[in-house]
C-alpha cells in the first residue's frame, strides 16, 4: 500500500479559541480537521487565569509547508497573548491527495 | 529500561462506525483500543452528510504488519464508503509484548 | 521558525488513576499536561474489572530524560497494578524552553 508521509500538527489552546483557530487552520491551508476537548494545565501566555481549564485539542495533517504556515501564526500571533502549545509529528497516511 | 518499536494506528471515522470499526480492528490482530470522542470536518466520501459532526478517535498500538492489514481493510472496506482518515506514527512501548 | 525535538509520552489508565497520575508526572519533571477523556479496553494488569471502562488519555511533552524517568515509575508502581499503557513518540515544538 502507497503511504504518504504527512505532517500533523496538533494544537492545545483555550476553548474559547475554537472558532478562531480552525478559522486560521483553514486560511494556513488544512483541508480538514478532528477536535477533541480536552483539560489541562501549562505555563501561561498573558491570559493566565483561562488556561488551567476547558481546553480544545486540535489535529491537522498537512504539507510540510502548511505545517510551517500554521506554527508561524501561532507564534506570531498566539503564543504571545494565549494558552497555547503545538507540536508536530511525522504521519504516514493512505490517499495523500486529500490533506494537500 | 527496554523500548519496543511499534505503530500507532489513529482512524479518525464517523460515530456510526465504532462498533464495526472495533471489530475490524480486532479481527486483523489489535489486541487493545482507545477511543475518545471527537468532532471534525474533511474532504468525503459518499455520505457527505454525516461528516461535519459526531466522530470517534480510535487509536491501537499493533506491530507492523497489522498496521498494514488494517490500513488495507480501511482502504477496501471503508475510504470509498465513509468519512474515515486513518494515520500511522512509529511509537515505542515498555512491555511491548502485550501488543502482538 | 526554530523547532526543538523533544519527547510526547501518552498515557492511557483508568479514570480513577487521574489524580496520582497527574502528581507523579509534574513529580518527574513535567511542566504540564493535556488530558482527554476515553474509553478503552487492553489486555490488564491486575484490576480486571476496571479496564474495560472509563479511561483518560493523558499526554506530557518533556525531555528525553523525564520521559525516561515517567516510564520507569510507571513501570516499577503501575504496571503491575493498574490498567495503563504509555507510549513515547518524536514531536517537534515551538518554544522548546517551556517544556524542560
Redesign the interface.
Known amino acids: 500500500?502507497e503511504?504518504v508521509r504527512?505532517k500533523?500538527v496538533t494544537i492545545?489552546a483555550e476553548a474559547i479559541l475554537e472558532k478562531r483557530l480552525l478559522e486560521e487552520v483553514r486560511r494556513q491551508g488544512a483541508?480538514?480537521?478532528?477536535?477533541?476537548?480536552?483539560?489541562?494545565?501549562?505555563?501561561r501566555g498573558l491570559r493566565t487565569m483561562d488556561w488551567e481549564g476547558k481546553?480544545i485539542?486540535l489535529e491537522v495533517?498537512v504539507g510540510e509547508e502548511v505545517a510551517?504556515r500554521i506554527?508561524?501564526t501561532?507564534?506570531e500571533n498566539y503564543?504571545p497573548y494565549y494558552a497555547v502549545?503545538?507540536?508536530?509529528?511525522?504521519?504516514?497516511?493512505?490517499?495523500g491527495y486529500?490533506y494537500v
Open positions: 500500500m503511504l504527512l500533523l492545545v483541508k480538514g480537521y478532528t477536535l477533541t476537548d480536552a483539560r489541562g494545565e501549562g505555563s481546553n485539542r495533517i510551517e506554527l508561524r501561532l507564534q503564543f502549545i503545538a507540536f508536530v509529528e511525522n504521519v504516514e497516511v493512505v490517499r486529500k
